[in-house]
């Protein structure tokens, strides 16, 4: 799971890789800081979002736009037949083509099913601006699949 975050944040496996170590490696430094009071998960959660975006704010190439992923004729995902494999790789295209904040808070939210309230824990922001990020970030991502995919969201979309 903390690999998951920040992955998803940092959007290169070695970058990853590394922030996930800094991660463990602060969670058992600052283990009597846990209070035992909410989840462990959560903050966990917490300790490899902010870690990571710390990371990513380091750093000065925070990831291809949508632009440059299709001038870069990296969009071979318009094929109408698309296998769940493929429907995967597409949905991990589209999350790599938002902001690093966003695509970690619709991880948290849809893939690893964490409620708002944990969200506005992990990642200091308030509630309103989580659920405002997490609109923003669903409506650009159906824009992304939509262009990427044309006909074959509706499809999936249906089949549902």
Do not use: C
């Not at 995902?77 to 429907?87: N, T, W």
């Not at 997490?134 to 249906?158: V, Y």
């Amino acid at each position: 799971m903390v690999h998951t975050v920040t992955s998803r944040v940092m959007r290169n496996a070695m970058d990853a890789e590394e922030v996930t170590q800094d991660v463990f490696v602060k969670a058992f430094q600052r283990l009597q800081e846990f209070e035992g009071t909410g989840k462990f998960s959560t903050w966990l959660y917490s300790i490899a979002y902010r870690t990571a975006i710390s990371a990513i704010r380091g750093r000065k190439d925070p990831g291809a736009s949508l632009d440059e992923l299709k001038e870069s004729g990296t969009e071979p995902y318009a094929e109408h037949d698309a296998s769940l494999a493929d429907r995967r790789k597409i949905l991990e295209h589209a999350l790599a083509t938002l902001a690093p904040e966003d695509a970690a808070i619709l991880t948290m939210f849809h893939l690893e099913e964490m409620s708002v309230e944990e969200i506005v824990t992990v990642t200091g922001l308030g509630a309103s601006n989580v659920k405002v990020r997490l609109h923003r970030g669903r409506k650009k991502l159906h824009e992304i699949l939509r262009l990427q995919l044309k006909d074959e969201l509706w499809t999936m979309h249906t089949n549902e």
